[in-house]
């Protein structure tokens, strides 16, 4: 860059912003399908009306909805620069991604629980094709009468793809990594934060420091 330094701390700060924010976006949306995944799952078990369940379920939806919340927060307190562009807010942003290493674990861990360990240890579909073994697990991993097995392979197979398979590491690994882990955000947070306001705040409530007169 031959010594041109003076605008890369924001380069990377906006950069990452934008980044940081998309994930608001797009984690909720991969959660709006396994949340639907594990509430089939619930269904296809018989227990969708079981009072833990239906509070993972929501607990689910409270982990995706608030990830979307952030993507929406960051994007609606953002600004338009002098260039014309849009800019997200930076600490919005920021807590944006940071919650997303976190929930997208927590939202696997309940759909591993709703499904059952039938997850991983499923028969293959090879043996659910044997003109031998094919109709005992027809008969013995059914789960209610009006859905098929295979069916309910079928909901496991994509829990399993999202939670363990080749789609995991997008929504677990790429959500702790992408946009930087999760201490690049814990470093603009406390950047982008007035810790010295919140301080005063305490110290005024506390009798502190003298009360700011609102009245005058
Ligand atoms: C699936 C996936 C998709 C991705 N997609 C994109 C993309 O589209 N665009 C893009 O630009 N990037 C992308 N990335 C890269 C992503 O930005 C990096 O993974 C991320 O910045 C973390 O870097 P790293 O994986 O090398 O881990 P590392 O930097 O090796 O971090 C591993 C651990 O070491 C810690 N650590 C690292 N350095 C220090 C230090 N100096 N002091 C103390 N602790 C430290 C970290 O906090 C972390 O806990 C993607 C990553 C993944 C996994």
């Not at 990377?12 to 984690?27: L, N, T």
């Amino acid at each position: 860059m031959c010594g041109e330094i003076d605008f890369s701390i924001m380069l990377v700060e906006r950069f990452a912003a934008y980044h940081r924010q998309s994930y608001g976006g797009c984690k909720p949306g991969i959660g709006d399908v396994l949340i639907g995944a594990a509430a089939s799952m619930a269904d296809y078990n018989g227990v969708r009306r079981a009072a833990h369940i239906r509070e993972k379920l929501g607990e689910m939806l409270h982990l995706s909805e608030t990830m979307h919340a952030c993507g929406l927060a960051c994007s609606y307190e953002g600004w338009k620069t002098m260039a014309g562009n849009y800019q997200s807010n930076t600490l919005l942003a920021n807590i944006c991604k940071h919650n997303v290493t976190r929930f997208t674990y927590e939202l696997c861990r309940l759909a591993e629980d709703i499904a059952g360990g039938l997850l991983v240890t499923l028969p293959s579909e090879q043996d659910f094709r044997h003109p031998v073994i094919g109709k005992y697990i027809e008969k013995y991993l059914r789960g209610v009468a009006d859905v098929t097995t295979e069916n309910r392979i079928r909901m496991l197979t994509l829990i399993h793809a999202m939670t363990k398979g080749q789609i995991s590491p997008s929504y677990q690994t790429e959500s702790m990594h992408g946009a930087g882990s999760p201490q690049a955000q814990k470093i603009m947070i406390e950047r982008e934060s007035d810790m010295d306001a919140k301080q005063r705040f305490a110290r005024s409530l506390a009798g502190i420091d003298e009360r700011e007169d609102v009245t005058a």
